[in-house]
Structure formats: C-alpha cells, structure tokens
C-alpha cells in the first residue's frame, strides 16, 4: 500500500539516494551539503512503497516582499521519483498535497523551476521570468580600469549581504529574503563550490568563480548604479587577464542597459513558473483597482476599502489563474492576455488599468 508522509531523519539516507540517482548533475559534495543545511522533519514530504522511498518533493518557505508587504510564499523544488516507479502519478499527488499545505499555511505565492513546463501548467503554474547568461569580453569592461572601488572590511560578510539583499529587496518585489542564518548557510554553500564573495559595504555584492579563461558571476547584488560599477570595476581589475565575463542577469536585467558594451551572446539559462495561491490577499496588496469585480478560474471577487471579498456580481474582466499571476507579477499587459485568451473583458468602462513591471528571484 503506497503512502504519502513527512520524511522523518530515519529517511535521509534513502532521500540522499533518490536525489542523487534522479539529479546526477548533483554532486557527493552538494549533496553532503543540502543533507546539512536543506533536510528536515518539516517541509520535506514523499509518497512509499512498503517504507521504500519512490517520490519526494520539497517545500521550500521563503518571505517576500511585495509593493512593500511581506509576505509569505513556497518554493517547490526536488521534485523526483525513482524511474521504475515514474508514469504512475506519484509527482501528481506530491505536488496536488503540496498546494495544500502551502494554502494552509497561508503562503500567498508559490514557485518553481520547471523540468517541463507543459507539466506544471496543469498545476496553475506560469512562466513568470527567464534568467539569461550574458557574455562579455572581458576587455569590454577596460572604461572601467580607474573606478575607485569603496570598501568596509570592518563589518561581517554575512550581516553586509543581509542588508544589502534586504535594501534590494526594497526596490525590487518579489525578491526572496534571507535572515542571518539562511544566507550564512547560503554563502557556506557558495564557498563550498569554490566561489569568492566581494561585497562593497552593505550596498552590493557579487558572488562569482574563476574558470580557465572566464569569470563567472553567478549573483551581482546592487543599490544604485554606482555599486554595480564599482562591483563590476573590481572584478576587471582584479582579472583583467581573464578572457570572458559571464553573467547570470539579476532580476531587473537592468545590468545590459549599464554595462557600455554590446553582449558576446545572450543565453537562456533557466525559467521561473509562479502560481498566486491566496488570490484575495494578492489583490489587497497589489495596485489594482477598487470596485472592479474579477472573476478568476469560476470565483468572483471585488477589492474595496482596502479588502477583498468574494461577490455574485458580473465580473468586468474574466482571468485563468495562469493570467491573473502574470497580470499582477506584471508579466503581461490586459491587450496581451486578450490576444493569447488568458481573459475575457466584458465592461471596464472608462477604467483603465495600468501595470508596472516586478521582478523575482529565487531558482530552486
């Protein structure tokens, strides 16, 4: 009789194996690491077979924050089953189980990075960002050769990355937080796989690796412009021998309008799929319109004076679940969702709505 359940520490081990025979990319060393930092009796769930351990998937709690609102949301990430046991609905049950506990828990966001987005689309789930791979030669970067490069080694790494996240995250939504626990465990991660960490006070930081003839910068958080010269100044620098600059866009992508030179190559790297969970909470604290009723996957809601609530009256604008999260995460315009059939809009009158672009980041 197959079961769903918490793992418990007596599982570990058999999770350990699971993720390693389902990721192989994994290596001994990370996953030595995750068994450290990442495995719990809380958020780790896993459907049996007679105490064998066929499929698991993870529930990962972040807080975000949102036009200025914290708020809590759920990763979903190590989603695996054991190949003889795969086509047989487990994923299915593990992530429907999921959503549920993630509403119980009152998460207002969920998500992910898909192995298949046609497969998290039945889930709810949208493509909600795309993070890229920018390349620069590293001679590009020479304008930059007299910047004079700020720094404060007084203060501890991880309390200057904290507060730098947390002034980014004022900027930017939906940008996952991380306290001083989290993001030490975060940085150890990082040191494990050989990166290095320059942080500039508390305004900025880049976390990055070198590699034969490149550096590669996997996150470049800044406050203003000025730190991400300055960040980017001391990387030329430093590795001016270096052939290439690699870069994974943080999320504003604003780094390609700053950086005075033309990219080698743009890659896609990895997408982002999201799913708004607690569509009431989402409109309260989203710039959307009062007195407009919206109607969402069947259900009808009105915002006003500041609150949501459930109504029978005609909705103005009809969404599926994937539209309403891509309208709200200011992913796509109403003219767009009209075009692709996401909405219906019967009467907005001479209401207009606008939206402004928000950012994520977090890839699980």
Same mark, same amino acid.
């Given at each position: ?267 896609? $790297? =990895?997408?982002?799929?999201?799913? !708004? @969970?607690? /569509? %009431?909470?989402? &409109? ?7 007195? +407009? ?27 599926? $679940? =994937?539209?309403?999260?891509?309208? !709200? @995460?200011? /992913? %796509?315009?109403? &003219? ?7 909405? +219906? ?20």
């Amino acid at each position: 009789m197959d079961e769903l359940r918490l793992l418990k520490k007596t599982d570990y081990n058999q999770l350990y194996d699971l993720r390693r025979e389902c990721f192989p990319i994994l290596t001994k060393k990370q996953e030595d690491f995750a068994m450290k930092y990442y495995y719990d009796e809380i958020n780790w769930y896993g459907m049996f077979s007679k105490e064998f351990l066929i499929s698991v998937i993870w529930i990962k709690p972040m807080e975000l924050t949102f036009n200025n609102t914290l708020i809590m949301a759920g990763g979903i990430g190590s989603v695996a089953t054991n190949p003889l046991y795969r086509n047989k609905g487990y994923s299915k049950r593990l992530i429907n189980h999921a959503l549920t506990i993630m509403n119980k828990r009152g998460y207002v966001l969920s998500s992910l990075a898909p192995f298949l987005t046609s497969f998290y689309e039945k889930f709810g789930y949208s493509n909600t960002l795309s993070f890229y791979e920018l390349t620069y030669q590293m001679k590009q970067l020479s304008y930059l050769e007299k910047k004079v490069v700020n720094d404060d080694g007084t203060v501890e790494l991880t309390k200057k990355l904290v507060k730098a996240r947390r002034n980014f995250s004022k900027r930017y939504n939906l940008y996952c937080q991380r306290d001083n626990k989290l993001m030490a465990s975060y940085v150890q991660s990082f040191y494990e796989k050989g990166y290095k960490i320059k942080a500039i006070k508390d305004s900025g930081y880049v976390i990055y690796k070198e590699k034969k003839n490149d550096i590669f910068i996997s996150e470049i958080v800044y406050n203003d412009f000025t730190i991400l010269e300055e960040l980017l100044a001391y990387i030329y620098n430093v590795y001016k021998n270096k052939e290439n600059i690699v870069i994974i866009t943080p999320p504003d992508s604003l780094i390609i309008d700053n950086i005075k030179s033309d990219c080698e190559s743009i890659k896609l $790297i =990895q997408d982002k799929m999201s799913k !708004i @969970l607690d /569509v %009431k909470r989402m &409109l309260v604290i989203s710039d959307f319109p009062e007195n +407009i009723v919206i109607n969402i996957d069947g259900i009808s809601y009105i915002k006003r004076n500041n609150q949501c609530i459930i109504t029978t009256k005609k909705a103005a604008i009809r969404f599926t $679940i =994937q539209g309403f999260t891509q309208y !709200i @995460l200011g /992913v %796509k315009s109403l &003219l767009e969702l009209q075009f692709t059939k996401q909405i +219906i809009i019967n009467n907005l009158g001479n209401i207009s709505i606008t939206t402004k672009t928000l950012f994520e980041n977090e890839v699980y």
